[in-house]
């Protein structure tokens, strides 16, 4: 403290005795200024310089919800009260002497000039809320509650504002080029120089999350979104010899330019990626030279067989048919008793969730693929808003294709806050949501990555769930499913057994699966993976129309396991038979896909997978080859029925015929035994009385596997569209406008009202006989 300071403070000045008997007259505390701490960023940016000189007030502190202000005459305040309705809090007046308040403004606001080089970087930071409030860019109220939300989460505050749509890019910008005294630039009028562009590697931009701009007498700028740290320098230092000048650019735009300056290379990772690291589990060869060989062998030795000895082949045919039949059933059968009861191997309680502290959450990429979906935006943002995770560690890929504008421009309308990232995916063949993802994927941030589809409502704290679950589960475990259901089961006889099937699939089945240690085929959506584990992989297969149930298996071959996680998804079950056909084809094609890829070399998948894993591929997804003879045995059935026909009868002597019989009974009770089993599990007790009529279903099966067959054969990489929001009024209830809550601690609300959902799903093939 200076002699000066230590004058006023000894009360021996006009303005410290008149305070002294001001604060003794109205019981109020008397202060000495110089001797107060330095104020947070929220007391400092209460009132600016001009209003606390005109006010003649100073805020100093803040605790348990009440601002402490130092005034010289409180009776011009009305005791406080014009400032808590300016604050919008309680307000504790205490006293200042006149001048000793006047040199404590001073300090508090000094000349710009004072802040130079030898300003602290924790004290530049403590300057942004400043910088924001001084801009206009935010208020005082929301950064105290951006201060009180960074003690619960962590985080950096012009994130936390940024992430809840309280600022956006533009405003941090500025704030951030004030802050660092770094010039700001709009990227989207700058064409970097080639020169700079090949003077760091691409990886390195995208890792960095910079772009070089140009290089100027031996100084290469860049452009980044913060200021670069001590260890970002030394990593440029190990690829230019340059003097690194930075300059400030949004996020947005640095991930756009990149995007578009490396729109071709991105573009060939997304489709080849997989075909170029592991082109043995690469789709993009239906069947290789090999497997044509041999199933034209097997034709002409199956044609032979015929012409030489007809009935004893065909009934060697029916027997092995039966046999194999007859085994996937009690497979199945098998799996599901051994769930009934049981939840999901990795159980997670509700205590280990709320015991997680939010600063040590992971980032999580969530993927949602759209085309054609601009109606579903809306409630798509909503639904992601109501997950209970902290925004600023959310990173929302929107995966639009480049032709389809109405969706594209639907979402830069709604002027998304910044972890929601619009990805323009270049037009190329094949035209998939595996190619989307893989795309998406190329700039993800996330330790784990989901994907959702647009009309997906998962539980609020499914990230959660699945965070505690991959802690708890062994590092082998890479992939954690949740359980997928639907959320209008009582729209029409095909949205019940769509839902039965469904509950039985991923209630029942998949946890077998998962407690036998078998290969899992995922479902479309809520599979959670570990980033680094999912690109060592080779992401998802973009010539597999099923990708998720390869990516299962793949990951089962490479030695990593799958886990089910107790935690639902709930999506809009297909209602229109015509589209569901549609869908289903595309997953049961998919599936053909899967076994052509994962038998192209038997021995070494067996070798991978284990004796029980290799059984359990061949019922699982093998067992899908059974819908396409279900109507053959279906038509020889009947026709015998009503002709009575010898040579039916030559082909069912007495073993065949009684495997035959086994099949018939055990096939279709344990398929009507699983769907009643699911939906009781699920308890969706309403649906009982028509799991009983899924033989029907069934048929419907065999229908969408032949359409499937064929056109592995003449279309194999086609993507039939599933059309959805059928009926808007089964679509989950959201408020009629507005967001959806925020997760407990968020700042405030974000943007987004409800509209009707119009989406494409996918997933697996839930076959049970």
């Known amino acids: 403290m200076s002699d000066h300071d230590r004058g006023r403070a000894g009360g021996d000045s006009l303005a410290a005795a008149w305070a002294r008997r001001t604060a003794e007259r109205l019981g109020i505390e008397l202060v000495n200024l110089a001797e107060q701490p330095p104020p947070g960023p929220l007391v400092a940016g209460l009132l600016s310089e001009a209003e606390s000189r005109e006010l003649r007030a100073l805020p100093l502190a803040f605790h348990d919800g009440q601002v402490t202000v130092a005034v010289v005459d409180p009776a011009a305040h009305d005791g406080g009260t014009a400032l808590e309705r300016r604050f919008g809090r309680p307000v504790r007046l205490v006293v200042a002497a006149a001048d000793d308040l006047a040199h404590a403004i001073d300090r508090r606001f000094p000349p710009e000039e004072l802040h130079g080089e030898h300003e602290t970087e924790d004290l530049r930071r403590s300057r942004l809320g400043d910088i924001l409030i001084a801009h206009g860019a935010v208020s005082p109220i929301a950064i105290d509650a951006a201060l009180r939300y960074q003690e619960q989460a962590g985080g950096r505050l012009g994130e936390l504002l940024l992430h809840d749509g309280l600022i956006d890019e533009a405003a941090l910008l500025r704030a951030l080029a004030r802050l660092h005294r770094l010039p700001a630039v709009d990227l989207g009028a700058v064409e970097p120089e080639p020169a700079a562009l090949a003077e760091v590697p691409e990886v390195v931009q995208r890792e960095l999350r910079i772009v070089p701009i140009a290089i100027r007498e031996g100084n290469l700028l860049v452009a980044a979104h913060d200021r670069l740290d001590d260890d970002e320098l030394d990593r440029l230092a190990e690829v230019t010899e340059l003097t690194v000048q930075e300059a400030l650019a949004t996020p947005?735009?640095?991930?756009?330019?990149?995007?578009?300056?490396?729109?071709?290379?991105?573009?060939?990772?997304?489709?080849?990626?997989?075909?170029?690291?592991?082109?043995?589990?690469?789709?993009?060869?239906?069947?290789?030279?090999?497997?044509?060989?041999?199933?034209?062998?097997?034709?002409i030795v199956f044609v032979g067989c015929v012409i030489w000895e007809p009935i004893i082949t065909l009934a060697v045919v029916f027997g092995l048919y039966s046999a194999f039949h007859l085994s996937v059933s009690l497979y199945k059968l098998r799996l599901i008793l051994q769930s009934l009861g049981r939840h999901a191997r990795v159980d997670?309680?509700?205590?280990?969730?709320?015991?997680?502290?939010?600063?040590?959450?992971?980032?999580?990429?969530?993927?949602?693929?759209?085309?054609?979906?601009?109606?579903?935006?809306?409630?798509?943002?909503?639904?992601?808003?109501?997950?209970?995770?902290?925004?600023?560690?959310?990173?929302?890929?929107?995966?639009?294709?480049?032709?389809?504008?109405?969706?594209?421009?639907?979402?830069?309308?709604?002027?998304?806050?910044?972890?929601?990232?619009?990805?323009?995916?270049?037009?190329?063949?094949?035209?998939?949501?595996?190619?989307?993802?893989?795309?998406?994927?190329?700039?993800?941030?996330?330790?784990?990555?989901?994907?959702?589809?647009?009309?997906?409502?998962?539980?609020?704290?499914?990230?959660?769930?699945?965070?505690?679950?991959?802690r708890k589960a062994p590092d082998d475990v890479v992939c954690i499913q949740g359980k997928l259901n639907y959320f209008n089961a009582d729209q029409n006889l095909l949205t019940r057994w769509f839902t039965a099937e469904y509950s039985m699939w991923f209630d029942l089945m998949l946890p077998g699966l998962d407690a036998a240690n078998a290969p899992i085929p995922l479902g479309g959506t809520s599979n959670h993976f570990r980033t680094d584990k999912l690109l060592e992989l080779g992401?998802?297969?973009?010539?597999?129309?099923?990708?998720?149930?390869?990516?299962?298996?793949?990951?089962?071959?490479?030695?990593?396991?799958?886990?089910?996680?107790?935690?639902?998804t709930y999506e809009e079950a297909n209602s229109d038979i015509h589209n569901w056909i549609r869908q289903r084809s595309r997953w049961i094609k998919g599936y053909f896909q899967t076994y052509l890829v994962h038998m192209r070399h038997p021995i070494r998948t067996f070798r991978q997978l284990g004796l029980r894993g290799f059984i359990s591929f061949q019922l699982i997804v093998g067992g899908s080859l059974t819908f396409l003879f279900n109507p053959v045995s279906w038509f020889l059935t009947t026709l015998f029925t009503l002709t009575q026909l010898g040579f039916i009868r030559e082909m069912f002597p007495g073993f065949v015929f009684y495997a035959a019989v086994a099949q018939l009974l055990v096939g279709n009770f344990v398929f009507i035994y699983a769907n009643l089993a699911g939906t009781i599990h699920r308890g969706y007790f309403q649906l009982v009385r028509y799991a009983l009529f899924t033989p029907i279903y069934w048929g419907f099966m065999s229908m969408a596997a032949w359409k499937g067959f064929r056109q592995l054969v003449t279309n194999p990489f086609y993507w039939e569209k599933t059309v959805h929001g059928l009926d808007a009024s089964h679509a989950?209830?959201?408020?009629?406008?507005?967001?959806?809550?925020?997760?407990?601690?968020?700042?405030?609300?974000?943007?987004?009202?409800?509209?009707?959902?119009?989406?494409?799903?996918?997933?697996s093939p839930t076959h049970v006989g």
């Open 252 to 299: 947005t735009q640095i991930d756009q330019l990149l995007q578009r300056l490396n729109e071709h290379a991105y573009s060939r990772t997304a489709v080849d990626l997989l075909q170029l690291t592991d082109p043995e589990n690469s789709g993009s060869v239906v069947a290789t030279t090999a497997q044509k060989l041999f199933l034209l062998l097997v034709a």
């Open 348 to 470: 997670v309680t509700d205590e280990e969730i709320a015991e997680l502290d939010p600063r040590t959450l992971p980032v999580y990429t969530i993927l949602v693929p759209l085309f054609h979906e601009a109606a579903v935006i809306p409630r798509l943002v909503n639904g992601i808003h109501g997950l209970d995770y902290p925004r600023h560690k959310l990173d929302v890929r929107l995966l639009c294709e480049a032709d389809d504008d109405e969706t594209i421009d639907a979402i830069r309308a709604l002027n998304l806050p910044a972890h929601f990232k619009l990805v323009i995916v270049p037009d190329s063949l094949p035209k998939t949501k595996p190619k989307a993802c893989n795309f998406g994927m190329i700039q993800a941030a996330g330790e784990i990555t989901v994907i959702y589809d647009a009309e997906d409502r998962p539980d609020a704290d499914q990230l959660k769930k699945v965070v505690v679950a991959f």
């Open 539 to 568: 992401a998802w297969d973009p010539y597999n129309v099923t990708e998720d149930a390869d990516l299962g298996i793949r990951l089962a071959r490479a030695g990593y396991h799958t886990a089910v996680v107790d935690s639902s």
């Open 732 to 763: 989950p209830a959201l408020p009629a406008s507005g967001p959806a809550p925020a997760p407990a601690g968020a700042l405030g609300p974000a943007p987004g009202s409800a509209a009707t959902s119009s989406t494409t799903s996918s997933g």
